[in-house]
Structures are given as structure tokens and as C-alpha cells.
């Protein structure tokens, strides 16, 4: 005979399914916030430039970090990230790497900060004129910046001409010529800039018509990848068609690769979409995080590299050449490289299909390594910045206005757990 439940029973039936179900915790930023505030009164904008938090959305990611390792980091308030930014960029084997750390400390416990530069500068330009197959000289810095200016200024030297060419809305660095900022920039700082747009080889052949006799160089990334926009590859025959005309018209092309330098090909990304440069410029993924950036460039320009003054206190220090060679070294050891692509391509299969069963189609665009999201039917990146947010909240730090970057040590669990909390993030776009 059937009885009715008891109340104990009633309780026993919503542990239960308390325990089947569990509440979804989400991440909170407290102490990010405050330690914000206070950076604001004693640092101008609190975190300046690219980490600045007026690009993300307010209260949903973190501002601080506080350690990591692998393909995750910890915040100062605790939460963990799988980690889809890799320090904008450079953290391409893994945060904290230990055989790139250990290589790192064995030249650092030798000392860093000489008079001159140590044995391992000439081994890494070794490393890299093996690797770069057009490169027969290799210069050093600590960003992309220094170098992409340091590049013109040697086009310009070798071709004695003033202008330089360079695709509208791609960013080259933080020099006065090529900052996306404003502030304390003279028109004379790009007086001798022309643009043209990317895919666009018949505005760049119009500029050389016009001035071709004093453009210096054309400067380019391997493909657009501008922020608060989606990546575009080359069209096919336009690098073909931007090399011709710098030959046709004596200008030196400067392939700026400092994003994707590492993600696209272990020869450098020009590899990958089939031309040769003349200079080629890397930082980021160079150092797995260590400070360091790189130049090579073709035999012939050798002199007029020499001609161009290029120095830094701390350019030459042997810890982050160390940090170069391990780097270099894994990723052709461990096929890095295809390691990203087949993550890259596992996170934009699983996005895609979850877009589509939630009433919110999704893309991811660019190379498989470096990919940038897009939502369909998203003018004011609203829905993007709500995505992007919840999955944060959830723990996969997924940046809703700049390129994504896989590292070599995401793995599919990595991949499958970061879909779990996107389902998540889109269930809670549903609920409104």
C-alpha cells in the first residue's frame, strides 16, 4: 500500500537533487576592484594601454593576476582562468614553464646586466637566420614597438625616402607614428604616413603612382587582425600583388609579426601565407613572457642596419635570450604549432554548434591559433560583451574585443571545459 512522503523524505529528495544539479558559482572581483580604485589615485588611468579594464566589461573580469601555470592563471581574489589571452599574446608554452624558467634562472644566476652582451645573443641570431630561411641578420630589443619603428628607419636609410606606407587601423606599436592614441601626437609625427586598406592592392598601387618615388617601405601585419573587429586573411594573390609592387617600385616591405610571429609557422607567419618580406619584425610568443623582441632582415639590408643607432640598457641581457632559445626549441620539439591549430579548431567547432542550438550563431574568424569571435547580427558587440563576460564568470577568460590566442599546453579537456561554461554563458543570455 502507498503511503505519502514524509517530510523527511521531501528533504532527502531535494538534497539529492541538489547534489545531481549543483548551483553554478560564479566569480566575483572584489578585491580586483578595490585594488583598481586605489591604482587609480597613484597611477595615471589605474592599468594603462592594452590591459586597461575600460575595454572589457565592468565587474566580469579580473584586473590583477596573481600567479599561474599551464594554460590557467589565478586572479588576487582566488579565481582560477583557463586562459584564452596568454598574456596578450606571449605565454605560448604554458605560464610558468619550467624548462624555459630554469634556462632563464641558469642565466640570470650568471648574471644579466653586462658592459656587453653574452654568448647566447649570437647563438639566438644563429637560431633565428636557421629558422627565417630569407634572413641573414638578426637584431634584438624588449618590444615590438622599438623594432617596428627601428624597421622604417632602416627602410629608410637603405632607400633614402621619406614615406612609409601601412594599412589603415593596424596597429604597429606605440610610437608616436603608428599609436592608435591621440595624446601628444603632432600631425608632423605622421606627415610622412599613407594608407591604404587591407585586401585593397589597387589603393596601395595608387600610392606608389602618386609617390612612389618616396615611399621608403609598405608596412604590414601578416593579416588584419585589429581590435573591435574581425580578423581578415589575405585575399588570395594580394600578398603576391604588395610584393610586386614594392619590387616594381624599390620599396622595402616590413612584415610586422609581433602578434602572430610563432602561432602561424615556426619559419615566421610570411611562411605560412607563402611570400618573403625583407625585414620581419617578432616579440610576444618569441620569449614565452620574457621581455624580449627581434629583427631579421635580408642580407642586403645589412648595411643600412648597421647605419641605424639601436640601443637599450637592458637589450642585450643573456636571462631573456635564454628564455628565446628554450622557447624556439619546444615549440619545433612538441609541434606546437599544429598543437594550437588543433585546439583552435576544436574551441571554434564546439562554439559554432552551441551558437547555433541557443538561438545565438557565432563564428570564430582568423587563423585557428589566434582566433576573434563574432556574433551574428551584433552592431554594438553587445551580445559579444555579455558572452564573453558570463564565460569569464564562469572561469575561460574570453576577451570580447581582441583576438584570442591558443598556447601549445591547452589540451582538449581544457578545450571541452571552456564549451561547458559557453553553454553555461549562453543558457544565461537566454534567461534574459
Not at 640601443?311 to 609541434?335: F, H, P, Q, V
Not at 557565432?362 to 560583451?385: C, H
Not at 577568460?397 to 571541452?416: G, Q, R
Request: aromatic share 10%; glycine share 10%; hydrophobic share 40%.
Amino acid at each position: 500500500m502507498a503511503t505519502e512522503p514524509s517530510h523527511v523524505d521531501e528533504i532527502e529528495t531535494r538534497a539529492a537533487a541538489t547534489i545531481a544539479a549543483p548551483v553554478e558559482k560564479l566569480r566575483t572581483f572584489d578585491k580586483n576592484i578595490e585594488t583598481f580604485v586605489k591604482a587609480t589615485r597613484l597611477i595615471p588611468q589605474g592599468i594603462y594601454g592594452h590591459q586597461s579594464p575600460a575595454l572589457m566589461v565592468p565587474g566580469s573580469f579580473p584586473y590583477y593576476a596573481a600567479w599561474g601555470k599551464g594554460a590557467r592563471y589565478t586572479d588576487i581574489d582566488g579565481n582560477t582562468f583557463i586562459d584564452y589571452m596568454c598574456a596578450y599574446g606571449p605565454m605560448v608554452i604554458g605560464y610558468a614553464n619550467d624548462e624555459v624558467n630554469a634556462a632563464a634562472i641558469e642565466a640570470l644566476q650568471e648574471g644579466d646586466c653586462f658592459n656587453h652582451p653574452g654568448p647566447r645573443m649570437l647563438k639566438l641570431a644563429e637560431r633565428l637566420t636557421t629558422l627565417v630561411p630569407f634572413a641573414g641578420w638578426s637584431v634584438f630589443a624588449k618590444n615590438g614597438s622599438d623594432l617596428t619603428t627601428w624597421a622604417t628607419l632602416v627602410a629608410r636609410e637603405h632607400t633614402d625616402r621619406s614615406k612609409i606606407a601601412m594599412v589603415r587601423g593596424t596597429y604597429h606599436g606605440a610610437h608616436a607614428w603608428c599609436t592608435p592614441g591621440h595624446g601628444g601626437v603632432i600631425p608632423e609625427d605622421r606627415s610622412n604616413m599613407l594608407f591604404f586598406d587591407w585586401n585593397r592592392a589597387d589603393q596601395l598601387a595608387d600610392l606608389f603612382k602618386t609617390q612612389g618615388g618616396q615611399i621608403a617601405a609598405v608596412i604590414m601585419t601578416p593579416y588584419h587582425h585589429p581590435a573591435f573587429g574581425e580578423s581578415v586573411l589575405p585575399a588570395p594573390g594580394f600578398w603576391r600583388e604588395v610584393r610586386e609592387l614594392c619590387d616594381k617600385n624599390g620599396a622595402l616591405l616590413i612584415l610586422d609579426d609581433v602578434r602572430a610571429g610563432w602561432r602561424l609557422s615556426i619559419h615566421g607567419s610570411h611562411d605560412f601565407f607563402g611570400f618573403v618580406p625583407d625585414i620581419a619584425v617578432y616579440c610576444k610568443a618569441i620569449g614565452n613572457g620574457f621581455p624580449l623582441s627581434a629583427a631579421v632582415g635580408k642580407p642586403e639590408l645589412k648595411a643600412a642596419a648597421s647605419r641605424v643607432f639601436l640601443t637599450g640598457s637592458y637589450w642585450n641581457g643573456s636571462m631573456c635570450m635564454a628564455a628565446g632559445l628554450k622557447t624556439l626549441e619546444i615549440l619545433e620539439r612538441d609541434a606546437g604549432i599544429a598543437a594550437m591549430f588543433a585546439m583552435g579548431e576544436r574551441l571554434g567547432k564546439g562554439l559554432s554548434e552551441l551558437g547555433d542550438r541557443y538561438g545565438y550563431p557565432m563564428k570564430l574568424t582568423g587563423p585557428a591559433s589566434m582566433p576573434y569571435l563574432v556574433l551574428e547580427d551584433d552592431a554594438d558587440l553587445y551580445k559579444v560583451q555579455r558572452f564573453c563576460a558570463e564565460a569569464t564568470r564562469r572561469g575561460s577568460y574570453l576577451h570580447p574585443h581582441h583576438n584570442w590566442f591558443l598556447s601549445a599546453v591547452h589540451t582538449e579537456a581544457d578545450i571541452d571545459e571552456t564549451l561547458n561554461h559557453g553553454e553555461s554563458a549562453l543558457k544565461a543570455m537566454q534567461a534574459g
